[in-house]
């Protein structure tokens, strides 16, 4: 979502006169997209701010914090200084036009964010859907906010209330995007899965199935799913298209019925792997990636033992591993914690070395196949390699030049380094 909103911006600034510049130290004015997830995320992005203002010119330079973190505690860095503009996660749009109007007005420190209850007004649906530069890939928001409020999660406090943009204006965009070149999208939202929920619209697998339906898409990809919203009709849709793609992302959180409860995520470890045999007995071909927390409040090391135990078992591709983080304002954080940094480092040490083994176990099985992937920039490493993801998600680097980005191939892979694939072009 940050990355959309990002894009946003970029276009709002350059509508304004601004340009990109290729380094924070040549730029006058220099713009932070914070994410208020966890606290560490928080203090880097302070400590960032705070060292723009040492750059070269740095007294100068008009230093932005957007995003979250601005939503949340925009007016405290105006009072302190750390920014002079804090813009929430809804201003990305007209980023610019504040900008301009500050450097040719006022300049004095401003907090541009709206209060919680303003938030039913914020959507303006055309600006939300509007495209950002990449060639052919586009981020297409769906939904905006979350009321889901899982107990530890900030999301619902600085993103506002669910709510869906139309079905039609969705559709005919990703027609237009398609009439101008772009050849993937990932349609975006807190819980896609809820999608029309707040408002009348056709279900989630509905507009999936219509997104699939519109000519020139090689693949759709979609971010991010819930488990208790994630119904055996998106299963199905998925089999029906092979542009939607295997690369399923379905956040578990804990392996443990109890803390489930507690993070008020709405579903149990029996729902959870019902979904996943529902997906494997119907796809024939698919990647799974999670997010885990260890160290939740009163998270015994049992129930810790139960989250390694359904990685063991789920076998996931890929997990982003996380130790909890207490956020204030969120219910869990009025729960006492009864686990020390160190133990919480060392079960997600212990988590990150078990995941680890399994995708490296899946991805050696990658080795000989033939897969198709979509080619996404140069490789960093040699300008003779092209880097892509194959339809199930994995990075596969293998020969290659600048025209290769955006199209799609037929990649054999033959070898893997670390958590990448290698692989060689074939009919
Ligand atoms: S579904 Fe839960 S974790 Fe995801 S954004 Fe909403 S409240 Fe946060």
Not at 235 to 249: E, G, L, N, P, Y
Request: hydrophobic residues 35%.
């Amino acid at each position: 979502m940050n990355k959309s909103d990002s894009c946003l911006m970029e276009i709002s600034m350059n509508r304004n006169g601004f340009h990109l510049s290729p380094e924070p130290d040549t730029a006058d004015i220099v713009i932070f997209n914070t994410c208020s997830v966890r606290n560490h995320a928080e203090n880097r992005a302070i400590a960032r701010m705070k060292s723009a203002r040492g750059l070269p010119g740095g007294r100068d330079k008009l230093v932005i914090c957007a995003g979250c973190m601005a939503q949340r505690i925009g007016k405290e860095l105006i009072a302190n200084g750390t920014a002079d503009i804090a813009a929430g996660p809804y201003q990305s749009p007209r980023i610019g036009e504040f900008v301009a109007a500050w450097l040719t007005d006022h300049r004095k420190r401003t907090f541009l964010s709206q209060e919680i209850a303003d938030f039913s007004d914020r959507i303006n649906e055309d600006r939300a859907l509007e495209r950002d530069p990449a060639d052919w890939h586009e981020w297409v928001t769906i939904t905006h906010g979350c009321e889901n409020f899982c107990s530890y999660c900030i999301v619902p406090h600085v993103r506002g209330k669910l709510i869906s943009v139309s079905s039609g204006k969705i559709l005919s965009y990703i027609r237009d995007l398609t009439a101008r070149g772009v050849t993937e999208i990932t349609l975006l939202g807190q819980n896609v899965n809820q999608y029309g929920m707040d408002c009348g619209e056709i279900p989630f697998f509905r507009l999936l199935e219509k997104t699939a339906s519109i000519e020139g898409l090689n693949r759709i990809n979609f971010l991010t799913s819930h488990p208790k919203d994630f119904s055996n009709d998106i299963i199905s849709v998925i089999k029906d298209h092979r542009t939607i793609s295997r690369a399923i992302h379905l956040p578990l959180q804990s392996g443990s019925d109890r803390i489930l409860t507690l993070m008020n995520r709405g579903y149990l470890m029996k729902d959870y792997r019902g979904i996943i045999d529902v997906i494997a007995a119907e796809l024939d071909d698919f990647s799974l990636s999670t997010d885990l927390i260890v160290g939740f409040p009163g998270e015994t090391v049992d129930e810790y033992r139960e989250t390694l135990r359904a990685v063991e078992t789920l076998q996931f591709d890929e997990a982003y591993t996380y130790a909890y983080s207490p956020r204030s304002g969120t219910a869990a954080f009025d729960l006492p914690e009864t686990i020390t940094p160190d133990e919480k480092r060392d079960r997600l040490a212990e988590l990150i070395e078990v995941q680890r083994n399994i995708s490296r176990t899946k991805l050696e099985g990658r080795i000989d196949r033939t897969e198709e992937m979509i080619i996404e920039a140069i490789s960093k490493k040699s300008s003779r390699d092209v880097v892509g993801k194959t339809f199930l998600n994995h990075p596969v680097v293998l020969p290659g030049v600048p025209e290769d980005i955006g199209k799609i191939i037929r990649v054999r892979i033959t070898g893997l380094k670390g958590a990448t694939l290698y692989g060689e072009r074939t009919a």
